[in-house]
């Protein structure tokens, strides 16, 4: 149940910094997830905690305790990674307990602890099998139990699910949580999967470029995402952007025109603008999103707040239980919805999308969002 604090971590490979100047305090008894897109750095920042590589700048702590200049056998951690990487000619047995042998544990003690951790895992019956005779799904269980074993203070995974099929992603995603559960212990889980991080996580860190963009409880990330990357990168389909212009900028209120010329209205925490009047002054740039969800079928006849824009449909995905409806805009834009259950609608068809402005979110021309009030959101962080 080890914490781990990083404190103005960088790392440099010859001239190219790959992490620059990281503080992160990862929770005791907790998942957090390390996500961004490839080459973010999230794998290199695994591989200093664990002691595979060395910072260039920066403290690594672990139970308070600075843990640069120890191994990673000293360091007290196990880490699973993309790769099973078993020995091929042992048994299952044998590699869930070579480290134990290695480290010089009794017979007694090595049975046992290999016993438990495969029964944990479900693959007690298959201790005398090779890797070769199992399916990828029980040689990550192999792999997962050969550091459970250990009885490390924190367990780091480094995307152990991508090499599953689709089916074998969602059992093992249930596999790690029920035993996060169970060993009550700390992870540290890197993916480029939002979605597993979504289901499995505590706590989310969204990074690029080596940085920290926003860390965060899922839904905290998913209802209030700090810029446009954050909120197009969680999410999937991913968040729909449309361009503006302020038409207006009032204490509580921003009037915003869309290309087809409809202005939404949208209510803003009173404090949002300050300091920010020249990014939101007549006729500057802005970004609206929203959620694929969040856009439903409208009637432009209707009186009621918010906009409709019409559009043309692409293509659609009947999935059964629910359906993606992709259309683009009469102005070229292209914005995606999703519909529960299944929606059958004819390639080319006319249709209008009605647009909450309580669902909506504001981005400037940096890509920073604006505190916006929406209802129907922080209730399902409160719940």
């Not at 954050?230 to 209120?253: C, H, W, Y």
């Not at 824009?309 to 995905?317: A, R, T």
């Not at 004819?346 to 009030?373: T, W, Y």
């Given at each position: 149940?080890?914490?781990?604090?990083?404190?103005?971590?960088?790392?440099?490979?010859?001239?190219?910094?790959?992490?620059?100047?990281?503080?992160?305090?990862?929770?005791?008894?907790?998942?957090?997830?390390?996500?961004?897109?490839?080459?973010?750095?999230?794998?290199?920042?695994?591989?200093?905690?664990?002691?595979?590589?060395?910072?260039?700048?920066?403290?690594?702590?672990?139970?308070?305790?600075?843990?640069?200049?120890?191994?990673?056998?000293?360091?007290?951690?196990?880490?699973?990674?993309?790769?099973?990487?078993?020995?091929?000619?042992?048994?299952?047995?044998?590699?869930?307990?070579?480290?134990?042998?290695?480290?010089?544990?009794?017979?007694?003690?090595?049975?046992?602890?290999?016993?438990?951790?495969?029964?944990?895992?479900?693959?007690?019956?298959?201790?005398?099998?090779?890797?070769?005779?199992?399916?990828?799904?029980?040689?990550?269980?192999?792999?997962?139990?050969?550091?459970?074993?250990?009885?490390?203070?924190?367990?780091?995974?480094?995307?152990?699910?991508?090499?599953?099929?689709?089916?074998?992603?969602?059992?093992?995603?249930?596999?790690?949580?029920?035993?996060?559960?169970?060993?009550?212990?700390?992870?540290?889980?890197?993916?480029?999967?939002?979605?597993?991080?979504?289901?499995?996580?505590?706590?989310?860190?969204?990074?690029?470029?080596?940085?920290?963009?926003?860390?965060?409880?899922?839904?905290?990330?998913?209802?209030?995402?700090?810029?446009?990357?954050?909120?197009?990168?969680?999410?999937?389909?991913?968040?729909?952007?449309?361009?503006?212009?302020?038409?207006?900028?009032?204490?509580?209120?921003?009037?915003?025109?869309?290309?087809?010329?409809?202005?939404?209205?949208?209510?803003?925490?009173?404090?949002?603008?300050?300091?920010?009047?020249?990014?939101?002054?007549?006729?500057?740039m802005v970004t609206i999103g929203i959620r694929p969800e969040d856009?439903?079928?409208?009637?432009?006849?209707?009186?009621?707040?918010?906009?409709?824009?019409?559009?043309?449909?692409?293509?659609?995905?009947?999935?059964?239980?629910?359906?993606?409806?992709?259309?683009?805009?009469?102005?070229?834009?292209?914005?995606?919805?999703?519909?529960?259950?299944?929606?059958?609608?004819?390639?080319?068809?006319?249709?209008?999308?009605?647009?909450?402005?309580?669902?909506?979110?504001?981005?400037?021309?940096?890509?920073?969002?604006?505190?916006?009030?929406k209802k129907g959101h922080d209730e399902h962080l409160n719940g």
């Open positions: 149940m080890a914490t781990i604090a990083l404190k103005n971590v960088t790392k440099d490979f010859k001239d190219h910094r790959i992490i620059a100047g990281i503080d992160l305090e990862i929770a005791g008894n907790a998942c957090t997830a390390l996500v961004g897109p490839s080459g973010c750095g999230k794998s290199t920042l695994l591989r200093l905690i664990c002691g595979l590589e060395e910072p260039t700048t920066g403290e690594i702590h672990i139970d308070g305790q600075c843990v640069n200049a120890l191994s990673p056998v000293e360091r007290g951690i196990a880490m699973v990674f993309q790769s099973y990487a078993l020995y091929p000619h042992m048994t299952v047995f044998d590699n869930m307990a070579f480290a134990l042998k290695i480290a010089g544990c009794s017979k007694t003690d090595i049975t046992r602890r290999v016993q438990q951790a495969a029964k944990t895992l479900q693959v007690d019956h298959l201790l005398d099998r090779k890797p070769k005779q199992l399916s990828g799904g029980q040689r990550q269980r192999v792999a997962i139990g050969r550091a459970i074993v250990r009885r490390p203070k924190a367990f780091l995974f480094d995307e152990p699910l991508s090499n599953l099929d689709a089916a074998l992603r969602f059992q093992m995603r249930y596999e790690l949580a029920r035993l996060k559960v169970e060993l009550k212990t700390t992870m540290v889980y890197v993916t480029h999967d939002q979605e597993e991080a979504m289901t499995m996580a505590d706590m989310i860190v969204v990074m690029r470029e080596g940085c920290i963009e926003q860390q965060g409880v899922p839904l905290d990330l998913y209802y209030h995402p700090k810029n446009i990357f954050v909120a197009s990168f969680i999410g999937s389909p991913t968040m729909n952007f449309l361009k503006a212009v302020v038409e207006a900028a009032q204490e509580e209120r921003l009037f915003l025109r869309f290309l087809s010329n409809e202005i939404l209205s949208i209510t803003i925490d009173p404090f949002a603008l300050q300091g920010k009047e020249g990014l939101f002054s007549k006729g500057s856009i439903s079928e409208g009637d432009p006849t209707e009186n009621k707040e918010g906009v409709c824009l019409k559009g043309n449909i692409s293509f659609v995905e009947n999935l059964g239980n629910e359906t993606y409806v992709y259309v683009t805009l009469k102005e070229g834009e292209h914005v995606s919805l999703r519909l529960a259950g299944s929606c059958f609608y004819k390639l080319g068809q006319s249709i209008f999308l009605f647009l909450c402005p309580e669902r909506c979110h504001v981005f400037d021309a940096n890509g920073m969002a604006i505190k916006c009030l």
